[in-house]
T-cell receptor
């Protein structure tokens, strides 16, 4: 069974700062997901990546398959980026795709 | 493109009562997931369907929880009887096929009193 660890659990930063959230997992995977959850419960998929790096606007996700580690970066952070960011990987590793989620990183960006 | 629809958004019931949640996935999505998210925790997979067949229900408390997706489209999740510890947000997600990006509904917030 895959275990997912995220850090930090909570992060408060000033508007404009560069943000990094880390995720480690225990079992080799086909792909890793980064998701965003706002108060009220809605979850939005940000990235699904299996190697290298992906960029979408001010968000960048990287993954190192050998080290079983991924990072989510936010450049020029803004108060609207305040949310919970969750890393998720396939529950059993390999080709199974029901997800195991990390506990999330609560990010607050202050103006 | 319409997203994943869930209803109701909120439900309050007394313990030992029964409750049902409904999910309409994105059109054409073969894979459907139900997740339980307890306050302060990440979501936990309850059951995964591929079309109308169950792929994984290993974490579904089968003594009280049941789910079906009879025609391979809409799905219902039922709890009978509910316990206090079932208070959580129940999230439905769908994906075009296995191992592709999942899209989540807004969830149903259940409070058991």
């Amino acid at each position: 069974k895959n275990e997912v660890e995220q850090s930090p659990q909570n992060l408060t930063a000033q508007e404009g700062e560069f943000i990094t959230i880390n995720c480690s997992y225990s079992v080799g995977i086909s792909a890793l997901h980064w998701l965003q959850q706002h108060p009220g419960g809605g979850i939005v998929s940000l990235f699904m990546l299996s190697s290298g790096k992906k960029k979408h606007g001010r968000l960048i996700a990287t993954i190192n398959i050998q080290e079983k580690h991924s990072s989510l970066h936010i450049t020029a952070s803004h108060p609207r980026d305040s949310a919970v960011y969750i890393c998720a990987v396939p529950k059993e590793g390999g080709g199974a795709d029901g997800l195991t989620f990390g506990k999330g990183t609560h990010l607050i960006i202050q103006p | 493109e319409a997203g994943v629809a869930q209803s109701p958004r909120y439900k309050i019931i007394e313990k030992r009562q029964s409750v049902a949640f409904w999910c309409n996935p994105i059109s054409g999505h073969a894979t459907l997931y139900w997740y339980q998210q307890i306050l302060g925790q990440g979501p936990k997979l309850l059951i995964q369907f591929q079309n109308n067949g169950v792929v994984d229900d290993s974490q579904l408390p089968k003594d009280r929880f049941s789910a079906e997706r009879l025609k391979g489209v809409d799905s219902t999740l039922k709890i009978q009887p509910a316990k206090l510890e079932d208070s959580a947000v129940y999230l439905c997600a769908s994906s075009l096929k296995r191992n592709t990006e999942a899209f989540f509904g807004q969830g149903t917030r259940l409070t058991v009193v």
